[in-house]
């Protein structure tokens, strides 16, 4: 592959509610920050994605209410719906297709809208959205499936929020930094079983932009470049009963393919650091089977163990993960954000030392359809 | 004019409670499969020649095959099946079916029909986690009138 990189970021802060702020004004606020830190002005910018979701923003082809905020007034500027982490996959797409630098940008307000309703009506209206079916109690159906299957505990799931909220009292970005104990998770309000309050991440408002550009270009940007050195995006079925949910093959097959192009043969000893879509405390040991960082059934032993704190062998969400910040739309690039702050030596209180290469993952649809994994390298 | 105030005062508007109507289509399959469980309280699968997977819901293709299916392959299957997976679930919101507040507890189950390869999300009637188990039978109950919509199923419950 042709080589690409990552050259500018920006994010706002994630919190609850933003009410000085519409998503036009944060959408303004990352662009600008993200081209201030590419060095870059508008005339920089060859083309644009937005993403952007109409039912959380309640306007339909709401994308098109942000255009001129996200620096597209008279240019290409086309839109995904979906995890900011895919917006960026088609980023990229179109820098290898010819542009020479691409702007991605991804906003979400889940403040204004019902995350209950909204995420409900992702799920099929004959047969799923009756029931009540939304992102929480799914997830709650695919957790009982993964524990069923491998036995992973309650409490390892607990580790995990314990790990993410203390890691998020670094990030001055993260909505929840919080310094809990498992008993604290374990003691949480019952939301659906097992997930208690404190498995789940928040409803938050934010933004995020990067910045992608080819080799050419990325050589007149102001940072050292971070290099994208693999991407792949798998889907799995739609019908959450057609999948088997304690198996996240796309995975696996997402993780597989990044991994060839990136050459990387041993993920667990090549990978430094590893940013992934926890939306629910018992989603980061599953993805991190799915990644291959351990054999089916140990990612709960390998939080327990302390394998994925910030001093651990594999760092896993210094930033506080989704747990900390879940901006619907926004989570996935904020984790391509956090990797590419990491590998610059810019994370500053929660600087992995040494971080040469990481990786990146977002997912769309119900307990993680789709996933889409980034391989981001120094050199 | 009146220069930088010191502090905005932040508004917003309520879009009350419009609502999005629709009228969605169940299509050939979906309303052979709600008429036959009006008809005799049993649920309809369809078979993937190819593959021979009993899928429900019946659907037009094979996903994984992108088999065609057709009439022919519609199979029936019965009333009764396994709990694959449950949530009790504790939180209040809005009944999309209803528009009423939905009174909680209740469980959701990840049921795989008898006969059938893959999994039938609904409700089973019982709230008491600890006496709920993967593995457990269950067979579906209907309303009194069958309307031929997934809520004719009022739950499935327990049988052993
Ligand atoms: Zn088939």
Known sequence: ????????????????????????????????????????????????????????????????????????????????????????????????????????????????????????????????RPLGLDAISSSALQANVYMERSGVTEEEFAHVSVKNHANAKNNPYAQLPMELTVDDVMRSKRIADPLRLLDCSPVSDGAAAIIIANEERAGKALKPPIWIKGVAHCSDAYFLGDRDLGDPRSLRDASQRAYAMAGVSDPLHEIDIVELYDAFSYMEPLWLEGMGFCDAGQGGKMVERGITTVDGELPVNPSGGVLSAHPVLVAGLARIIEVTLQLRSEASARQIDGAKTGLAHGINGPCGQSHCVWILGKE | MTGESKEIELLTNDSGTLSMPYEWSIGKYGSLFFKYLREKRRFLGIRCPRCGKVMVPPRRICGPCFQDLGEKDIVELSDTGTIMAFSVVNYPFIDPATGLKRPIPYTYGYINIDGSDNIFSHVINGTDETKIKVGMKVRAVFREKMEGNIQDIKYFEIIR
Request: charged share 25%; with cysteine.
């Open chain 1, 1 to 128: 592959m042709e080589r690409i990189a990552i050259v500018g970021v920006g994010q706002t802060k994630y919190e609850a509610r933003k009410r000085g702020e519409i998503f036009y004004d944060m959408v303004y606020e990352v662009t600008d920050k993200a081209m201030k830190d590419a060095g870059f002005t508008l005339g920089d910018i060859d083309n644009v994605i937005t993403v952007s979701n109409d039912f959380w923003d309640g306007r339909t082809i709401s994308c098109m209410a942000v255009q001129e905020v996200a620096g597209a007034h008279d240019k290409n500027v086309s839109t995904v719906e979906g995890d900011g982490s895919f917006g960026a996959f088609y980023g990229a797409m179109r820098v290898l297709g010819g542009f020479g630098t691409t702007l991605v940008v991804a906003h979400s307000k889940g403040s204004e809208g019902d995350s209950k309703v909204i995420t409900n009506a992702m799920f099929d209206p004959i047969y799923h």
